[in-house]
C-alpha cells in the first residue's frame, strides 16, 4: 500500500511539473548523425515515403519518430536545410527528412526513433529558432 502511495504521488509530480512522460526517459545514442547542410538542397524534393508521427527537440538534438515499410533492406536518413533563415523573429529555417529506402520492397510496418544533432542550424546572431519540417506542417521550437 506504501508502495502504490509513492507511485501515485510520484505520478502526479511529473504530471505537475510539466515533464514530457515522451522524452522523459530518452537516451539519445552517441551515434546520432548531424543535420546536414546544403546550399543546393530542395526543401521539397523527393524522398521514400515516411510517416513522420511525431517531433520535438530534446537539448541539441531533433527527436524524430517515423514509420515506413521495408523490412528487407537498410534504410537511411538525413535530416537537411539549404541554410536559408528567415529574416524574421524567431527566425525560422526549412528543413527536410530525407528517406532512402535502398529499394526496399518489403511490407513490414517499421516505426522508428532517429535522433540527429541540430548545432548545425544555430544562427549565430540570435539564440532560438523555429523549424519548419517540410515534409509535415509542424514547427518545433528550438533554443539553445
Same mark, same amino acid.
Given at each position: 500500500?506504501?508502495? !502504490? !502511495?509513492?507511485?501515485?504521488?510520484?505520478?502526479?509530480?511529473?504530471?505537475?511539473?510539466?515533464?514530457?512522460?515522451?522524452?522523459?526517459?530518452?537516451?539519445?545514442?552517441?551515434?546520432?548523425?548531424?543535420?546536414?547542410?546544403? !546550399?543546393?538542397?530542395?526543401?521539397?524534393?523527393?524522398?521514400?515515403?515516411?510517416?513522420?508521427?511525431?517531433?520535438?527537440?530534446?537539448?541539441?538534438?531533433?527527436?524524430?519518430?517515423?514509420? *515506413?515499410?521495408?523490412?528487407?533492406?537498410?534504410?537511411?536518413?538525413?535530416?537537411?536545410?539549404?541554410?536559408?533563415?528567415?529574416?524574421? *523573429?524567431?527566425?525560422?529555417?526549412?528543413?527536410? !527528412?530525407?528517406?532512402?529506402?535502398?529499394?526496399?520492397?518489403?511490407?513490414?510496418?517499421?516505426?522508428?526513433?532517429?535522433?540527429?544533432?541540430?548545432?548545425?542550424?544555430?544562427?549565430?546572431?540570435?539564440s532560438q529558432v523555429l523549424f519548419v519540417v517540410t515534409n509535415t506542417n509542424k514547427t518545433i521550437d528550438y533554443s539553445y
Amino acid at each position: 500500500m506504501k508502495n !502504490l !502511495l509513492t507511485i501515485i504521488i510520484l505520478a502526479g509530480l511529473f504530471v505537475g511539473c510539466g515533464v514530457n512522460m515522451h522524452t522523459a526517459n530518452t537516451h539519445i545514442p552517441e551515434s546520432a548523425p548531424k543535420a546536414i547542410i546544403d !546550399l543546393s538542397a530542395s526543401m521539397h524534393g523527393y524522398t521514400d515515403p515516411v510517416n513522420i508521427k511525431h517531433v520535438e527537440t530534446v537539448g541539441d538534438f531533433l527527436q524524430i519518430d517515423v514509420s *515506413y515499410s521495408g523490412g528487407c533492406e537498410e534504410h537511411e536518413f538525413n535530416l537537411v536545410s539549404n541554410g536559408k533563415f528567415t529574416p524574421t *523573429y524567431p527566425v525560422e529555417l526549412e528543413i527536410h !527528412l530525407e528517406h532512402n529506402a535502398n529499394g526496399d520492397r518489403c511490407r513490414s510496418l517499421i516505426d522508428k526513433r532517429l535522433f540527429f544533432d541540430v548545432t548545425p542550424f544555430q544562427n549565430p546572431s540570435t539564440s532560438q529558432v523555429l523549424f519548419v519540417v517540410t515534409n509535415t506542417n509542424k514547427t518545433i521550437d528550438y533554443s539553445y
